[in-house]
Structures are given as C-alpha cells and as structure tokens.
C-alpha cells in the first residue's frame, strides 16, 4: 500500500507562484512513476505533468514552459513548481503515484489551487 500526502496548495494572485509537494510512504520511492493531475469545478481530471523513475518528464500543453515537476528520491517525494499561474489553473490537484513492476496506481487526497485576484 502506497501512502501519498500533497502540500502546498493556497489562493494566489495571477503571475504568481506556488510549489506543490507531494511524500509518499510504503514502498521504494524509486519503483514509482509520479504524476500530477488536477481536476476544475465541472470537467474532468486531467494529466498535468509526469516524471519517471528515471527522471524523463512530461507536460501537458497548457502548462509547459510555466510548470515544472521534479522528485527527491531520498526525500520520498515529488514536487510541482508553478510560475506564471492564471485563472484557468483553479482546480484540485492530486498526485498520483504507479508502480513500474504491478502498474497499481494510487492517488492522493488533493489540494486546492486558486488562482484569483
């Protein structure tokens, strides 16, 4: 069983800032491929970013260049650093963790994103 635990949501102003943590428990950090996802009022969740076990990244379109995910392994965790958020980020953002070797997936509770002046 994998435990995952987000941090760092909040209110900013557009043009801001945040970093979202996220710190897994359970298993060997480095067995996991680590996501990031996040779900607005109305529409369904979507893929914001990814990292490997290895390092290799992904990012949706609508936020490359402004999002940038990374992971510790010795800290157990992965972050999402946001610049330059808009009113569109507004959303829930879950952390999602699979395993490489069984492809079980676990997700975390979620933390609220709201970008508003």
């Known amino acids: 069983q994998v435990q995952l635990v987000e941090s760092g949501g909040g209110l900013v102003q557009p043009g801001g800032s945040l970093r979202l943590s996220c710190a897994a428990s359970?298993?060997?950090?480095?067995?996991?491929?680590m996501g990031w996802y996040r779900q607005a009022p109305g529409k369904q969740r979507e893929l914001v970013a990814s990292?490997?076990?290895?390092?290799?990244?992904n990012y949706a379109d609508s936020v490359k260049g402004r999002f940038t995910i990374s992971r510790d392994n010795a800290k157990n965790s992965v972050y999402l650093h946001m610049d330059s958020l808009k009113p569109e980020d507004t959303a829930v953002y879950y952390c999602?963790?699979?395993?490489?070797?069984?492809?079980?997936?676990?997700w975390g509770q979620g933390t609220q994103v709201t970008v508003s002046s």
């Open positions: 990292i490997t076990n290895g390092g290799s990244t």
């Open positions: 999602k963790a699979t395993i490489v070797t069984t492809a079980t997936r676990y």
């Open positions: 359970g298993t060997i950090f480095s067995f996991l491929f």
